[in-house]
């Protein structure tokens, strides 16, 4: 799995680096990624911060068989 953060709807409220500070580093008004590719062993936390986000501003891309991937390489999105 990986992830991006849409900065637009981020309120920086810091529940995703509470929750997975591995991947999450609140700076500013925003958090940026300091990995965009989930290690199996934290996946769990990491769809908790997705479910959890208040601004609903973190969207997965998952990886999808091949010819199975739409355009924008985004296969599925929680939001
Ligand atoms: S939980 Fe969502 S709104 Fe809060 S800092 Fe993380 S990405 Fe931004």
Not at 25 to 44: A, H, M, W
Not at 59 to 79: H, I, V
């Amino acid at each position: 799995m990986k992830i991006k953060v849409n900065s637009e709807f981020c309120l920086g409220c810091g529940l995703c680096e509470e929750l997975v500070p591995e991947i999450f580093r609140l700076k500013g008004d925003t958090v940026e990624l300091i990995n965009d590719v989930i290690p199996e062993e934290i996946s769990e936390r990491v769809e908790f911060a997705i479910e959890d986000c208040p601004g609903k501003a973190i969207q997965t891309k998952r990886t999808t068989p091949p010819g199975y991937a739409n355009r924008s390489g985004f296969a599925e999105s929680l939001q």
